[in-house]
């Protein structure tokens, strides 16, 4: 069974920066996306950006483009990070890590945009950037 742990939430003021860790274990094969989707009161969730742990394959939400990373430890490749720069107040949200085994990288576009066969999701953790 996979399991996902995330940390590095907080409060950030406007032009802020934070990163957050997803520390994933219990995969039986190599093949995974995992990703980062957020929900925000009120609002649907939406995923962020996703990577092939595979292979580095990454996809980013048209929104965070430019101003968020999302990378895997080269040495550990269960540990995946979401590195948040330029934050805005509309970033704020609960943050979740998430996984679902790799099948294409179209694929890959229609779980950030549904969520769908998500196989693990973390507790999430709370980004709140204030103005």
């Known amino acids: 069974e996979v399991q996902l742990v995330e940390s590095g939430g907080g409060l950030v003021q406007t032009g802020g920066s934070l990163r957050l860790s997803c520390e994933a274990s219990?995969?039986?094969?190599?093949?995974?996306?995992i990703g980062w989707f957020r929900q925000a009161p009120g609002k649907e969730r939406e995923g962020v950006a996703g990577i092939r742990r595979r292979n580095g394959f990454i996809q980013y939400l048209d929104s965070v483009k430019g101003r968020f990373t999302i990378s895997t430890d080269t040495a550990n490749r269960n540990m995946v990070y979401l590195q948040m720069n330029g934050l805005e107040p509309e970033d704020t949200a609960v943050y979740y890590c998430a996984a679902v085994p790799f099948t294409t990288e179209r694929a890959m576009g229609v779980w950030l945009r549904t969520g769908i066969q998500t196989k693990a999701w973390g507790q999430g953790t709370q980004i709140t950037v204030s103005s």
């Open positions: 219990g995969f039986t094969f190599d093949d995974w996306n």
